[in-house]
């Protein structure tokens, strides 16, 4: 589904303009992301979790050549889906 799609579904579900969802949906994820970048944990009930964790630096091999390099530490984006949408997908997995 692309940005436009989600829009275009959310203002009909929503009932609302698609300039309104739009500002809506960018409002939101301007949010989120500030509150990430400030390293604080996002939760959504009945959704999930976002947090950003650090990925220490490591050691890592060139499978062609053998040659060892260091993989700087970094920080990446974790996304952990809440017990309610877990079962939602393993009853869809179920019914086929």
Do not use: H, Y
């Not at 300039?19 to 959704?47: M, P, R």
Request: with cysteine; charged share 30%; hydrophobic share 35%.
């Amino acid at each position: 589904m692309t940005n436009k799609e989600f829009i275009e579904e959310l203002s009909r579900r929503l009932d609302k303009t698609e300039k309104d969802t739009a500002s809506l949906v960018s409002s939101f994820t301007e949010c989120l992301s500030q509150t990430l970048q400030e390293d604080k944990i996002v939760n959504l009930q009945g959704f999930g979790s976002f947090e950003v964790k650090k990925k220490m630096e490591r050691i890592s091999v060139n499978p062609v050549t053998k040659q060892r390099f260091l993989v700087p530490p970094k920080l990446a984006l974790a996304f952990k889906p809440s017990a309610v949408l877990k079962e939602k997908f393993k009853n869809i997995s179920s019914d086929e």
